[in-house]
Nanobody, 131 residues
C-alpha cells in the first residue's frame, strides 16, 4: 500500500503561482500523476511523470501545457506541480495518483488515461483562483 499526501494548495489571484507537492509513503510505483476535479465536472488528468526506473519522461494535457510543470525528487519520493499564470478556471481540488504503467513508451493520452484508474490516490488539496 502507498499513501499519498498532497500539500501546497490555497487561494491565489489570477496570474499568480502555486506549487503543489505529493509525498509518497514508499516507492511502489513507476509513474505519478496530477489530476483535478472542479465542482460538477469530471476528474481531469493534467500531467504525469515516469520515475527513474523508466525513461523519466513527463506528459501534459493540452490544457496546462506551458503553464504547469511536473517534477519529482526521487530521494524524497515526492512529486511536484508548479502552476504558473493561474486562471479562475483552474479552481478545483487537485489530486495526485501513483501506479505502475503497464508498458513503456506510452503516449501522453495513454498515460493520463491509464492513470485515471491508478491504484493509489491522495486526499486532494483545494486550489482557488480569484479574478
Amino acid at each position: 500500500q502507498v499513501q499519498l499526501v498532497e500539500s501546497g494548495g490555497g487561494s491565489v489571484q489570477a496570474g499568480g503561482s502555486l506549487r503543489l507537492s505529493c509525498a509518497a509513503s514508499r516507492h511502489a510505483y513507476n509513474c505519478m500523476a496530477w489530476f483535478r476535479q472542479a465542482p460538477g465536472k469530471e476528474r481531469e488528468g493534467l500531467a504525469a511523470i515516469e520515475d527513474y526506473t523508466l525513461d523519466g519522461r513527463s506528459y501534459y494535457a493540452d490544457s496546462v501545457q506551458g503553464r504547469f510543470t511536473i517534477s519529482r525528487d526521487n530521494a524524497k519520493n515526492t512529486m511536484y506541480l508548479q502552476m504558473n499564470n493561474l486562471k479562475p478556471e483552474d479552481t478545483a481540488v487537485y489530486y495526485c495518483a501513483a501506479d505502475f504503467l503497464p508498458y513503456p513508451r506510452m503516449t501522453a493520452i495513454q498515460v493520463l488515461g491509464f492513470m485515471t484508474s491508478a491504484r493509489y490516490w491522495g486526499q486532494g488539496t483545494q486550489v482557488t483562483v480569484s479574478s
